[in-house]
Each structure stands twice: as structure tokens, then as C-alpha cells.
């Protein structure tokens, strides 16, 4: 069983920073890209960036210049930096893992959300 956890929610002024982390844990051997998106009740899941296992990142224009992924092979962890937030940025934001089981499978997996809000 593999579970993804987010942390670092929560509620924010806007032009502020806030940094989300996320861990993967259980049996698997290895990890290759992961992800952030995020979601606002009644929108699709928006895509906010990738980093591949090498550590090369790819982020969504509209967070460009303002949110950095990275991430920690050793500890199975992906990171958001999210500075000069706006309320705009408000949603529950979710890590994404394309995990490759002890089978030798491919199988993403999702963490379980984590809110953000960013007050005016």
C-alpha cells in the first residue's frame, strides 16, 4: 500500500508565503515524477507543476515566477513554495506520484488535500 500525505495548509494573508510538503510512504520501489494541483468546489483539478525524478521542474504560467517545486528523493517528499499569494490561490491543493510498485507497475497515486486560503 502506498499513501501520499500533504501538509502545510492553511490560512494565509494575501502576499504571503505558505510551503506544502507531501510524503509518500509503503512498499514500492521507486518514484518517478510528482506533481501539484489544485482544485476549487466546482472546478477541475487545475494543474500547478511537475518535477521529474532528476529534479528537472515544470510549472503552470499562471504560477510561474511565484510558486517553486522541488523535491527530496531521499525522503520521498515533493515541496510547494507558494509566495506573494493571492486570494485567487484559494483551493485545496493536492500532490500526485507515479510510483512504481514492487511488481514492477506503474500506478499514480494522489494525496488526501490540503486546504489553502488566502485572504484579502
Known amino acids: 500500500q502506498v499513501q501520499l500525505v500533504e501538509s502545510g495548509g492553511g490560512l494565509v494573508q494575501a502576499g504571503g508565503s505558505l510551503r506544502l510538503s507531501c510524503s509518500a510512504s509503503g512498499n514500492f520501489s521507486t518514484i518517478n515524477t510528482m506533481g501539484w494541483f489544485r482544485q476549487v468546489p466546482g472546478n477541475q483539478r487545475e494543474f500547478i507543476g511537475t518535477?521529474?525524478?532528476?529534479?528537472?521542474?515544470n510549472h503552470a504560467i499562471a504560477v510561474k515566477g511565484r510558486f517553486t517545486v522541488s523535491r527530496d528523493n531521499a525522503k520521498n517528499t515533493i515541496y510547494l513554495q507558494m509566495n506573494k499569494l493571492k486570494p485567487e490561490d484559494t483551493a485545496v491543493y493536492y500532490c500526485?506520484?507515479?510510483?512504481?510498485?514492487?511488481?514492477?507497475?506503474?500506478?499514480?497515486?494522489w494525496g488526501q488535500g490540503t486546504q489553502v486560503t488566502v485572504s484579502s
Open positions: 500526485n506520484a507515479q510510483v512504481q510498485l514492487l511488481s514492477g507497475s506503474w500506478l499514480p497515486y
Open positions: 518535477i521529474s525524478r532528476s529534479g528537472v521542474p
